[in-house]
């Protein structure tokens, strides 16, 4: 187990940890900022991806420090209708979210609406309640999140202006969930349906922008596949991209995204230096949003849908993937 996010100077404990980080108090970092300045720098969010032949799940809860912000969403793909809840807070006060990457909660409750994901090191639960156009949104979903089911990818990062970021991803893992929504009731079983973790914790620079792609489904020879890529990243080594095979970690390097922004609903091709990852991703549908707040910004576009081409693991052969489901991401913020 890798003590904390700091060493023993107090300094940012940069690289790459396959163990538990065991403590993600961001307020033990002490630079030369006030309490309450470092208090709405820090940003911290889980997101639950679900990824299955019928629907597609995003649910996030975030703490930006000015501003806490919650979705969910489901993509109903045979009848191309989603439902979709968004809220917000100011100043968070209604985001809680743990000092803890494998176990705590992100819950939000604000009215009638409520988003939780509780978590623990042998499987976790997201658990939705919201008012949606024509209804309700609920969702009932549980996943192993386990070492045997996936192994983490966790790293601390430098950030721009001496800061750090940590982040705790995990794809493919085995799911299962219900889904009542105005468009019907889904059910989504194992062997069908994937869960992905985002957790991020740290100290963004104020003006911040990336792509990002998460995914998770089987091969064409059966095996269980997911990946997870950003871009730009700040550190040349130290990365959040990686992909996962049958639960295995594989990291691989940069990644390239080539997409129309004008255009964000057509293909786009995504890909690594290292040749790991070769895919075109096939929108089908998106949640995008703008906020303006005075210093807080965010354009963000989250389109959803399939994904075909070729993996390939550093150890074994290339694997096929033909219309795996998963999501990209377009976000740039002022936070």
């Excluded at 209708?81 to 939000?108: C, N, Q, W, Y």
């Excluded at 970021?165 to 059910?187: D, Q, S």
Aim: with cysteine; charged share 20%.
């Amino acid at each position: 187990m890798n003590p904390g996010l700091f060493d023993a100077t107090g300094k940012p404990a940069f690289g790459a940890y396959g163990g538990e980080i065991a403590d993600l108090n961001l307020q033990a970092w002490k630079p030369a900022w006030p309490w309450a300045l470092r208090r709405l720098r820090a940003k911290r969010w889980r997101f639950v991806g679900l990824y299955a032949p019928s629907v597609i799940v995003g649910a996030a809860v975030v703490d930006s420090g000015y501003v806490g912000t919650a979705f969910v969403y489901a993509w109903d793909r045979e009848s191309k209708r989603l439902a979709e809840f968004k809220a917000m807070s100011p100043l968070a006060r209604a985001m809680r979210i743990s000092d803890h990457a494998t176990h705590g909660e992100a819950r939000v409750v604000i009215g009638d609406a409520e988003v939780s994901i509780h978590y623990t090191e042998q499987g976790d639960r997201l658990e939705v309640d919201v008012p949606v156009a024509g209804g309700r949104l609920m969702i009932e979903a549980s996943f192993d999140s386990s070492r045997s089911a996936g192994e983490p990818h966790q790293i601390v990062s430098p950030t721009p202006g001496g800061r750090f970021a940590f982040t705790h991803k995990i794809a493919a893992l085995p799911a299962e969930a219900t889904v009542r929504a105005p468009f019907g009731e889904r059910r989504l079983t194992r062997g069908q349906c994937f869960a992905a973790i985002d957790h991020t914790a740290g100290f963004h620079d104020y003006r911040w922008e990336w792509r990002w792609t998460s995914l998770g489904g089987l091969s064409r020879n059966g095996q269980r596949v997911g990946l997870n890529l950003v871009a730009p990243t700040p550190h040349p080594t130290i990365t959040e991209n990686a992909l996962w095979v049958d639960g295995r970690r594989y990291p691989v390097s940069q990644a390239n995204f080539d997409f129309d922004r004008a255009a964000i609903l057509s293909p786009w091709h995504i890909s690594t230096a290292d040749g790991a990852v070769d895919l075109v991703f096939t929108p089908e549908g998106e949640r995008a949003e703008t906020i303006e707040a005075g210093l807080v910004m965010s354009r963000f576009h989250q389109p959803f849908g399939a994904f075909s081409g070729r993996l390939k693991p550093p150890d074994g052969p290339a694997l096929e993937l033909v219309a795996v489901p998963g999501v990209c991401e377009d976000h740039a913020a002022r936070w």
